[in-house]
């Protein structure tokens, strides 16, 4: 029952006091006579009482050692203990597992009642900490990256092994839109971290000394308008996990500040003399080339070599249309729970236009496009009126001199620019010439594009 109480106590007179006073305030009370009866209800029923009063010396032994000998079942509940006999060294002790409070008897009800409220509040938060913890787990599974294709179960198969060990440190790579903050959250959430904090900064998103002082924190007096202290990013993510969206964007000095405090495992935090270690492991992101970066003098060296422990190369989703199968259903799925709508049939034609659609923004993309057909859509089918995947041609204009991109905010300019070049290319069979004709620059300016892009 959720709100249970267990009383561990031999004296019966007072045993049965505490438990009529409690079944009074509405919990559910189990009385335990001694050890061995309170580890039957404990270890062999699995009982999980809200809080458990206990004794500390009873005939058959200690309260703290049963406390002790239960591990990690303690976490579901609140433990106080009662004693006649208590002394500094017990009442640390108690503190040292886990207990809620150490009381000497004779306690009066009134604080009594007060201290168990105290612990009932503080083990029902716990409680719902680990059912949110439990559901992120459950959502961010190895199996929630979605798809049938070989490059999906490749994917699967690295993620499991790198959810199997403690690694330091890891490069997400990929375009825009492919799922590379979901990877960071199953990495997370499927790993031996997964019940510390996860931790998520966009680096592009934020100007540079803003970005500073976010990573590392800072003291009062810092700077202008640092009125008072501010833990980092870093300290923050102690334990757990600090995911580095769009790392390419971090500036050069300041990525020399990151290397440091990932080597050093140490932060200091702005107008700060003190270090404080930390303990995290990094998710790092990027839709941009980063070796071609550090090749380029745009990123360094050391830094890359240190992340790139392992390296995960998303693919597109063009790359993978087969996995449209597995995708599809499951995002109308999601859609229809948050509208909520009915849809459950998939026209073949709206099938037909999903495969023949590029996708340049990827899932991100696919994601936009699903949720606005479920939006709009008035009864189980899906509707092909708000794909919106292919738009009418002009009669000046045919299929081949059309390029369809969605402006949507799914897709970023940069790979906007990317996609444009890449068709350009293949529709010249590569020539550079004359896909620099095609688009109106020079062949000089479509050179350091492709580069750019990896083209």
Not at 80 to 100: D, I, K, N
Not at 278 to 300: C, H, K, P, Y
């Amino acid at each position: 029952m959720a709100n249970t109480l267990l009383i561990i106590e031999d004296e019966p007179l007072l045993g049965d006091e505490l438990s009529r006073h409690f079944k009074r305030q509405g919990f559910h009370v189990v009385l335990a006579s001694s050890i061995q009866q309170a580890r039957h209800w404990l270890l062999k029923q699995r009982l999980e009482p809200l809080v458990v009063i206990s004794d500390m010396n009873l005939p058959d032994g200690n309260g703290l050692d049963l406390l002790e000998e239960i591990g990690d079942l303690r976490e579901a509940s609140e433990w106080l203990f009662l004693t006649a006999y208590g002394s500094v060294p017990e009442s640390v002790r108690a503190l040292q597992l886990g207990a809620y409070d150490f009381l000497e008897k004779p306690c009066d009800l009134g604080r009594l009642d007060l201290v168990v409220a105290s612990a009932q509040r503080s083990a029902q938060a716990q409680r719902r900490l680990r059912e949110q913890h439990s559901i992120h787990n459950q959502r961010y599974s190895v199996d929630a990256f979605l798809g049938v294709s070989q490059q999906a179960q490749q994917i699967r198969e690295m993620l499991k092994r790198l959810c199997e060990i403690p690694f330091s440190s890891v490069i997400i790579s990929g375009e825009t839109g492919t799922g590379k903050g979901l990877i960071a959250k199953i990495l997370h959430h499927s790993g031996p971290r997964s019940a510390a904090p996860f931790i998520a900064v966009n680096c592009a998103a934020l100007p540079h000394d803003l970005l500073e002082s976010e990573l590392f924190g800072h003291e009062a007096g810092a700077f202008t308008g640092a009125k008072k202290m501010r833990r980092g990013l870093f300290e923050q993510a102690d334990g757990g996990t600090l995911f580095l969206d769009e790392i390419g964007e971090m500036p050069l000095d300041l990525q020399s500040k990151l290397l440091k405090a990932i080597e050093d495992q140490k932060v200091r935090r702005l107008g700060s003399e003190v270090e404080t270690e930390i303990d995290i492991q990094i998710i790092a992101a990027s839709n941009q080339n980063l070796t071609q970066q550090v090749s380029e003098g745009r990123f360094r060296g050391d830094l890359f070599h240190r992340l790139s422990l392992f390296e995960l190369k998303l693919p597109s989703l063009r790359e993978r249309k087969e996995d449209l199968e597995q995708l599809v259903p499951a995002l109308i799925s999601e859609f229809n729970l948050k509208a909520p709508r009915q849809v459950t049939k998939i026209p073949q034609q709206a099938w037909q236009q999903l495969q023949r659609h590029d996708w340049p923004g990827n899932v991100r993309e696919l994601r936009n496009v699903i949720e606005r057909c479920v939006l709009f859509a008035g009864d189980e089918n899906l509707p092909l009126q708000w794909l919106q995947l292919d738009t009418m041609l002009s009669p000046s204009h045919s299929a081949d001199d059309v390029l369809i991109i969605p402006l949507d905010g799914s897709i970023s300019l940069d790979a906007m620019e990317r996609h444009i070049i890449k068709e350009a290319l293949q529709r010249c069979n590569n020539s550079t010439a004359a896909a620099a004709r095609m688009l109106g620059v020079s062949r000089e300016k479509l050179r350091y594009r492709k580069q750019k892009h990896a083209l």
